[in-house]
């Protein structure tokens, strides 16, 4: 049935008190006289290597994860694991090579390192790009997934749940990076806990339904139920090589999309831009270890929904108003088989995901409004208390739009290739700016510019491209259509630089030398592991 027990209301109710309750200790017991706009936005340098890490994985995983990622689960199998598991090894790149320069030239807001290295109009431009996207695709999505869930979960209407996701997550965002950080390790361990029991739950629902008796003799028998849920790599024969296209998962596009994400995100890089060099890397290796994890709390529910349902169970369940499959349904189904007590924890697991991405997010979008486009254009003058009340309505401001918007997904299928979809519009341009501009010196603005510029109409011509009759052209695979859009940008960039006779005296590089780069023994070890794990998944799951 789709309602709490009195047990789950108690659950989540005491889960809601220790959050909301911790939060406010940590704001009072670490506030400052006067806040500031460093203390507010970056909590800087009072977030310990585990907060960093933690905090890093709470705003990362949210309603698109357990929602989404389970949908996806459902429809195409653990191929889309990959955005996770790729995900840790691209951590340890960030970790090596993006973070040390970030810190070595003081930079906080993504927005600052362009202007710091290329000039204004590159900065505002990106600023405005990222600002309509963490809005209008990320913030927007999460409301509108984790409205879904509970209101499938719970029975409560879906605009009541918006309500409360916005209120719960202001709680905690307004209370600044500080609250964030260190409630996301609560954050953390209740998803985690609440999203391996209920990945123990879905995998003993499948031995009760299909006689296997037990919990791991269940895992064989996804695999034998579901054999095609258990590639990594899909062929072009297989109706879901656009959403993973082959080995371009390996060594293409997914690498544009996460290095992007991961190293020159500002929700993401923010947990790690106020402290020192030892510990943000320390979080950093963290987060990629919590990564290992995730398919397994969401992908795998996802895979034994389908089973489940292709034997007949929850028929019903699974479709819409229009009788048409959701896979975006399975993990509300599943959560809604729970016992008394273990659906409450698995409901707080799943709350705990959407109003951590949410705050996370919140507070990007204040600190980038706030510091790169209030304080530079709108009120420069503006004292530092000003600023923070700035940022707290800006986060205000945004949750409403996202509100108001969240509801026009209804349309989409799975709601997590939307996602990466259309993120995906701007990724290969940002990187391009960002990686010529952490390693080539003479990269210049014009050519930055220009890379802003031609990114997102590149990336319409290409998936809208016509398709020929013989295939050769069209319908090209997004993640193959970020690689393109990268190439001709970067080819653009390097053109345009060694055209500039200036280009040979730039004076807007940043501080980078090799010792930035070194590592600790312990680090290298946790990269090796990190590495070899993958490697072994990739081979098995081939």
Not at 281 to 286: C, K, V
Not at 302 to 331: C, N, S, T, W
């Amino acid at each position: 049935m789709n309602h709490l027990s009195a047990l789950d209301c108690t659950v989540f109710f005491i889960y809601f008190i220790i959050v909301s309750a911790y939060g406010y200790w940590v704001y009072r017991s670490k506030k400052q006289k006067q806040t500031d706009t460093k203390d507010y936005f970056l909590a800087e340098g009072s977030l310990t290597w585990w907060a960093i890490g933690a905090s890093i994985i709470a705003s990362n995983i949210s309603a698109e994860h357990f929602i989404g990622m389970s949908g996806s689960g459902f429809a195409m199998g653990l191929a889309i694991a990959s955005y996770e598991w790729m995900a840790a090894a691209t951590l340890i790149i960030v970790a090596v090579y993006f973070l040390p320069i970030y810190l070595k030239n003081k930079i906080y807001t993504m927005p600052q390192f362009l202007s710091t290295r290329y000039n204004n109009t590159v900065s505002t431009l990106m600023a405005v790009f990222w600002l309509l996207v963490y809005v209008f695709v990320n913030l927007t999505s999460i409301f509108f997934l984790g409205a879904i869930a509970i209101e499938t979960i719970t029975g409560i209407p879906f605009n009541t749940c918006i309500v409360f996701l916005a209120i719960f997550s202001a709680i905690i965002t307004l209370g600044g990076m500080k609250v964030i950080g260190y409630t996301d390790v609560i954050q953390v361990c209740v998803l985690v806990i609440g999203g391996l029991i209920t990945c123990y739950m879905a995998l003993k629902l499948v031995a009760e339904k299909l006689d296997t008796h037990t919990v791991l003799g269940a895992l064989p028998l996804l695999k034998t139920e579901a054999s095609d849920h258990f590639h990594m790599i899909f062929s072009k024969r297989d109706k879901f090589y656009n959403e993973l296209p082959g080995i371009a998962v390996l060594v293409g596009g997914l690498w544009i999309n996460n290095l992007n994400y991961w190293g020159c995100n500002q929700y993401i890089v923010q947990r790690a831009l106020g402290a020192d060099l030892k510990t943000g890397r320390s979080g950093l290796i963290f987060a990629a270890f919590l990564k290992l994890l995730i398919p397994v709390i969401v992908v795998i529910p996802g895979i034994a929904a389908f089973v489940l349902y292709q034997r007949g169970y929850f028929q019903a369940e699974m479709l819409d108003a229009a009788g048409v499959v959701k896979p975006d349904h399975a993990y509300p189904v599943l959560m809604n088989l729970l016992p008394a007590g273990i659906k409450g924890l698995a409901f707080a697991a799943l709350t705990a995901a959407i109003v951590a991405s949410l705050a996370g997010k919140s507070n990007s979008i204040a600190t980038i409004f706030t510091l790169d486009i209030y304080k530079k254009y709108i009120k420069p003058e503006a004292s530092e208390r000003r600023l923070v009340a700035v940022g707290r309505w800006s986060v205000v401001m945004a949750s409403l739009i996202a509100i108001v918007v969240a509801p026009t997904l209804r349309s989409f299928d799975q709601v997590y290739q939307f996602i990466q979809e259309y993120v995906g519009f701007i990724s290969p341009g940002i990187f391009a700016i960002f990686l010529l501009g952490f390693f080539w010196k003479r990269t210049t603005s014009r050519a930055a510019l220009a890379a802003a510029l031609v990114t997102i109409p590149l990336s319409i011509l290409f998936k809208f491209l016509p398709t020929l009759s013989n295939g050769s052209i069209g319908n090209i695979p997004f993640l193959n259509r970020m690689s393109w859009v990268f190439g001709i940008v970067i080819l653009l960039m390097v053109v345009i630089t060694l055209t500039d006779p200036k280009s040979k005296d730039n004076k807007q590089g940043l501080e980078v030398d090799r010792s930035m780069f070194k590592v600790t023994p312990a680090f290298a070890v946790c990269s090796v592991i990190i590495c070899g794990i993958l490697a072994a998944l990739y081979i098995v799951f081939w």
